[in-house]
C-alpha cells in the first residue's frame, strides 16, 4: 500500500503492541519467561543478561508430526528460541469460525518447543507478509467494499481485536496443558 493509506499512527500501535506483549508473557509456558525484559543493552530474564539465537520455523508449513524433529535440529545448531507467524486467514477461514486444530494448534506447537528448551516469538499479525496469500488476511474482509485494511478504520480494528482476543486465549488455555491432557 502506498504510504498515504499506511493510517495506523505510531501511538496506536505501541498501545497494541504493549497489550499484546502482555497478553504474550501472560501465555509463559516456563516462568522464567514472564519476567522478560527489553533494554537498551539486550534481553534480560529474570534481570540475568540473555541473548536470544532465533530461527523461523512456521508450524503451519510444517506437518505436525515433524515438529520435534524440526525442534531438534534447531538445538543441536544452537538455537534458543523459535519463531514464527500466525496467519489470520488460517485461523479465521470464515467470519466468526475459527481454526486451532491439527496443524494448527499453536499452543501445541509453543508446548512442543518447550519440550526441546526452545522459547516462542509469535508474529500474530494481523498483516503477517510471510510470503502468504494476501498477507494473511482472511478473503472475507473483502466482501466489504468499504473496509479499509491495515489502518485504524474502527471496523477493521473490531475484527482484528476479534481476532486476537480469539487466537490469544485459545493459546492461553491450552499452553499449560500437557501431552496426556489432549
Known amino acids: 500500500l502506498v504510504g498515504s493509506e499506511m493510517c495506523i499512527r505510531d501511538r496506536d500501535i505501541n498501545q497494541r503492541n504493549r497489550e499484546f506483549c502482555r497478553y504474550i508473557q501472560s501465555l509463559a509456558i516456563d516462568c522464567e519467561v514472564s519476567n522478560l525484559e527489553i533494554r537498551k543493552d539486550g534481553f534480560f530474564i529474570n534481570g540475568k543478561p540473555f541473548r536470544l539465537f532465533s530461527g523461523a520455523m512456521h508450524y503451519f508449513r510444517v506437518p505436525r508430526a515433524y515438529w520435534g524433529d524440526r525442534f531438534a535440529k534447531m538445538r543441536a545448531a544452537g538455537f534458543n528460541c523459535v519463531e514464527t507467524v500466525m496467519c ?44 502468504w496469500d494476501f498477507g494473511g488476511f482472511p478473503a ?13 478504520e474502527p471496523i477493521f480494528m473490531q475484527k482484528v481485536d476479534a481476532y486476537f ?17 489432549l
Open 165 to 181: 482476543k480469539r487466537a490469544v486465549s485459545y493459546t492461553h488455555l491450552r499452553a499449560h496443558e500437557t501431552r496426556h491432557d
Open 140 to 152: 472475507w474482509l473483502l466482501k466489504d467494499h468499504n473496509l479499509r485494511l491495515r489502518c485504524d
Open 88 to 131: 489470520w486467514n488460517l485461523h479465521e477461514p470464515h467470519e466468526g469460525e475459527f481454526c486451532f486444530g491439527g496443524g494448527l494448534d499453536i499452543a501445541a506447537y509453543c508446548r512442543t518447543a518447550a519440550e526441546y528448551g526452545l522459547y516462542v516469538i509469535i508474529r500474530p499479525g494481523p498483516y503477517t507478509c510471510g510470503e
